[in-house]
């Protein structure tokens, strides 16, 4: 059988992590995605994001103001505050601007991406799996600022 004719195993799935941009940008997240769909899990689900800050006083003043009278405004409220899971259709959505995490007709997907989620950080030994290490990190990064 000629190199080109064997049987290719792709994956299925893309993961990534994200602990910390810089000193000012602690926000871990999780992600996986499938050919179609990317699932976001925020470690810290419900706080605000200190990149929201960073970006809305990086760029010029009055930023706030201009987002809050265009169409992304949503997706600046998502970001500042953002829940633990965020489902996005890259197929339709590639910007991300519409969480589907909530829309009942999406469930299913979004119960696949978590179980795939779950495993692959059960199976890299995800120190984050224990929330008391997403806490202490987070007092580590704060305590640089004090």
Known sequence: M??????RDWRTHLFTEFHIHSGHNYYP???VRDERFKLIQNLMPGEVNPGYDFTMNRFFEGLQSVIEKSPVKDAYALMRQPPEFELYDLENDPYEFRNLADDPSHAQRLAE???HL???RKRTNDPMLN???VRRLKQEVDACFK
């Open 2 to 7: 000629l190199k080109d004719q064997r049987k």
């Open 29 to 31: 997240q999780r992600t």
């Open 113 to 115: 991406l978590k179980k």
């Open 118 to 120: 779950s495993a692959w």
């Open 131 to 133: 929330p008391a290490n």
